[in-house]
């Protein structure tokens, strides 16, 4: 069974400075999509970036970039030159792109970040 | 362009009664998915359907029951309500096609109370 872990619940950071969000998971497929989702208190969730698992290279999203290292099963989070309207619930999400998860789309426990002025 | 649609966006019952949710998506997906959402646990999978006509187990299933007679519906279940059902619930939808991208679309939520 597929499942994410996010190890830090909540986190802080100074307006204009970067922060890492980390997020790890389990899972025994070799195709799959990893996401980082935004939930803002208006509860609306937003896909701030996602990677396909075969693709080696790093997605960036503007000022969001990610730290996919598969063998270690392993997708953190960096948001560079913070804005007060990153103030939110990370979510770390992962999908099944094949086997048994096929589809199943699967949430860590989410970390909740303040940006500061 | 709707997007997803819950129905209703607030509900308050009492223990032992029962209720459907209702999940509607115009934009023609094959993945569909119910969510609760609990202060410190994240987002918990309970059902999920990757095409009309069937649908899984995520993982708190039990106490609520789905169903996918058309593509562009899931409807949740509680047949008896307790307490502990008391949540926000999401909705969900997503595609998948071969090696292209895909993202999950999400309702607004529905706040459940049991009393």
């Known amino acids: 069974a597929q499942t994410v872990t996010q190890s830090q619940p909540e986190m802080s950071v100074q307006e204009a400075e970067t922060v890492t969000l980390s997020c790890t998971y389990d899972?025994?497929?070799?195709?799959?999509?990893l996401f980082w989702y935004k939930q803002p208190p208006s509860r609306q969730m937003i896909l701030v970036i996602r990677q396909e698992a075969y693709k080696q290279q790093n997605a960036t999203e503007n000022r969001f970039s990610v730290n996919f290292q598969k063998a270690a099963k392993s997708f953190s989070l960096k948001i560079s030159d913070s804005q007060l309207g990153d103030t939110a619930m990370y979510f770390c999400a992962f999908m099944g792109a094949g086997g048994t998860s096929y589809g199943k789309l699967t949430f860590g426990q989410g970390t909740i970040l303040t940006v500061h002025p | 362009n709707a997007g997803v649609t819950q129905t209703p966006k607030f509900r308050v019952l009492k223990t032992g009664q029962s209720m459907t949710l209702l999940c509607a998506q115009d934009?023609?997906?094959?993945?569909m998915y119910w969510y609760r959402q609990d202060p410190g646990m994240g987002l918990r999978l309970i059902h999920y359907s990757v095409g009309e006509g069937t649908t899984a187990k995520g993982e708190v299933p039990d106490g609520y029951n789905v169903s996918r007679l058309k593509k562009q519906n899931f409807l949740l279940g509680l047949e008896s309500a307790a307490p502990s059902q008391t949540s926000v619930y999401f909705c969900?939808?997503?595609?998948?096609?071969?090696?292209?991208?895909?993202?999950?679309?999400f309702g607004q939520g529905t706040r459940l109370t049991v009393v």
């Open positions: 899972t025994s497929e070799s195709n799959y999509y």
């Open positions: 934009m023609n997906h094959e993945y």
């Open positions: 969900a939808s997503s595609y998948y096609y071969g090696t292209g991208n895909t993202e999950a679309f």
